[in-house]
């Protein structure tokens, strides 16, 4: 069964009662990986709110060969966005960050465009991308950021407009994101195998990324950006003798100042890149993602949002292409045959590929994450055989 013939097969609808991938489509995942060009696959199904089926298998780094470690840490990627949002609507349901008041009450970063619309922007903007932000500037020392339209208006997928929050979040937290996700989300819901910042233990067990399908093989490398990152301010952390999961702006900042403003890797290209990031920066195991997915579940035991709170992480407060696609605060939410399902999708430098889908009713959560930048066909193929579902998420 190749890829196409696995997307082909699933062109009516014919949903499963379990997502759990069958002995079929096991079977074929090899040669899947192989045409994907997809090193290394990890992947988790919860059914009825708890985790029923974890498998991973393939190369942590194609070019040396090495093996995975056990409980590997892929990139997230974009898939931090719904950790993230979940976070922040904890810390407004304390009281500590209003979802409607312009994010420059608490913080106006220097980056910022004097534009009128910039000082409208709310963290409930933020969380559904309506802000107008674009999603990550090209030079980021040299351009400010400016919205393109007037924010709540219409979608603008932002990464920058994340980080921002981040740091609005932070300051009204006092906390790093690393340790305020440790705290209000990781260890209450059992997440050991997590982590939004760089260490040596992280470095152990975190898999290299590949590029997207070319003629040539997967070695060499692509530039690891985040990895490249990390490494550099690994030291200075160390000669501080502050980790790199304490770092907030002014740590960053600092470190980038200390590397002379001007640093060797296309991976640093302002202080920002020396830092947790909301956006994108979370590592961790398909299990432990579907760990938290399980927050999302009536019937799960764990850390949940009051009922008001989970409603904005879940259900549509922005529609985009109405009637089957909308915007929660986290999360793209689509009406399928078997009812709402929220999904998200992720994809660092093209070189890690990443799909979470969650049926929050019944409790049912499909997450793969990939290594490989045709982890996106990857995904899919898996999605659509083990679910049943044809998503018009994957149409173009």
């Given at each position: 069964?190749?890829?196409?013939?696995?997307?082909?097969?699933?062109?009516?609808?014919?949903?499963?009662?379990?997502?759990?991938?069958?002995?079929?489509?096991?079977?074929?995942?090899?040669d899947?990986?192989?045409?994907?060009?997809?090193?290394?696959?990890?992947?988790?199904?919860?059914?009825?709110?708890?985790?029923?089926?974890?498998?991973?298998?393939?190369?942590?780094?194609?070019?040396?060969g090495?093996?995975?470690?056990?409980?590997?840490?892929?990139?997230?990627?974009?898939?931090?966005?719904?950790?993230?949002?979940?976070?922040?609507?904890?810390?407004?349901?304390?009281?500590?960050?209003?979802?409607?008041?312009?994010?420059?009450?608490?913080?106006?970063?220097?980056?910022?465009?004097?534009?009128?619309?910039?000082?409208?922007?709310?963290?409930?903007?933020v969380?559904?991308?309506?802000?107008?932000?674009?999603?990550?500037?090209?030079?980021?020392?040299?351009?400010?950021?400016?919205?393109?339209?007037?924010?709540g208006?219409?979608?603008?997928?932002?990464?920058?407009?994340?980080?921002?929050?981040?740091?609005?979040?932070?300051?009204?937290s006092?906390?790093?994101?690393?340790?305020?996700?440790?705290?209000?989300?990781?260890?209450?819901?059992?997440?050991?195998?997590?982590?939004?910042?760089?260490?040596?233990e992280?470095?152990?067990?975190?898999?290299?990324?590949?590029?997207?399908?070319?003629?040539?093989?997967?070695?060499?490398?692509?530039?690891?950006m985040?990895?490249?990152?990390?490494?550099?301010a690994?030291?200075?952390?160390?000669?501080?003798?502050?980790?790199?999961?304490d770092?907030?702006?002014?740590?960053?900042?600092?470190?980038?100042?200390?590397?002379?403003?001007?640093?060797?890797?296309?991976?640093?290209?302002?202080?920002?890149?020396?830092?947790?990031?909301a956006?994108?920066?979370?590592?961790?195991?398909?299990?432990?993602?579907?760990?938290?997915?399980?927050?999302?579940?009536?019937?799960?035991?764990?850390?949940?949002?009051?009922?008001?709170?989970?409603?904005?992480?879940?259900?549509?407060?922005?529609?985009?292409?109405?009637?089957?696609t909308a915007?929660?605060?986290?999360?793209?939410?689509?009406?399928?045959?078997?009812?709402?399902?929220?999904?998200?999708?992720?994809n660092?430098?093209?070189?890690?590929?990443?799909?979470?889908?969650?049926?929050?009713?019944?409790?049912?959560?499909?997450?793969?994450?990939?290594?490989?930048?045709?982890?996106?066909a990857?995904?899919?193929?898996?999605?659509?055989?083990?679910?049943?579902?044809?998503?018009?998420?994957?149409?173009?």
């Open positions: 069964m190749t890829i196409a013939s696995a997307l082909a097969g699933c062109a009516t609808p014919r949903p499963r009662a379990t997502w759990q991938p069958d002995d079929a489509v096991m079977a074929a995942l090899p899947w990986m192989q045409r994907a060009q997809v090193p290394a696959v990890s992947m988790a199904v919860l059914e009825g709110g708890e985790l029923a089926w974890q498998h991973q298998q393939g190369l942590a780094n194609a070019q040396t090495q093996a995975l470690a056990p409980q590997a840490l892929f990139e997230a990627a974009s898939l931090t966005k719904p950790v993230f949002a979940w976070l922040a609507l904890q810390q407004a349901s304390e009281g500590r960050l209003r979802l409607d008041e312009p994010l420059v009450d608490t913080l106006r970063p220097a980056w910022l465009d004097d534009h009128p619309w910039s000082a409208r922007i709310t963290a409930r903007h969380l559904c991308h309506t802000s107008g932000l674009p999603n990550w500037r090209r030079e980021p020392m040299k351009e400010t950021l400016r919205p393109a339209f007037e924010p208006t219409r979608l603008s997928y932002s990464g920058e407009a994340f980080f921002w929050l981040q740091l609005v979040v932070e300051q009204r006092g906390l790093s994101l690393p340790r305020l996700a440790q705290r209000a989300l990781f260890e209450p819901a059992g997440l050991r195998d997590s982590d939004l910042a760089w260490s040596e992280v470095a152990r067990r975190a898999v290299w990324g590949h590029a997207a399908p070319q003629a040539a093989p997967l070695v060499p490398l692509p530039r690891q985040m990895r490249e990152a990390w490494l550099q690994l030291p200075l952390a160390r000669a501080w003798g502050r980790p790199l999961a770092w907030r702006w002014d740590d960053a900042q600092r470190a980038f100042a200390a590397l002379g403003g001007s640093v060797p890797s296309a991976a640093v290209a302002w202080p920002g890149d020396l830092m947790s990031n956006a994108a920066s979370l590592r961790c195991t398909a299990a432990d993602y579907a760990r938290f997915l399980r927050v999302l579940m009536p019937m799960a035991c764990g850390p949940h949002l009051a009922p008001a709170w989970q409603r904005l992480h879940t259900e549509p407060q922005f529609e985009t292409r109405p009637p089957w915007k929660t605060l986290g999360w793209n939410r689509e009406q399928t045959a078997i009812g709402p399902l929220l999904y998200h999708a992720g660092n430098a093209n070189q890690f590929r990443a799909f979470a889908l969650a049926d929050v009713a019944r409790g049912h959560a499909l997450v793969v994450l990939t290594n490989g930048g045709g982890g996106d990857l995904c899919q193929a898996v999605v659509r055989t083990a679910t049943g579902l044809a998503l018009r998420a994957f149409e173009p």
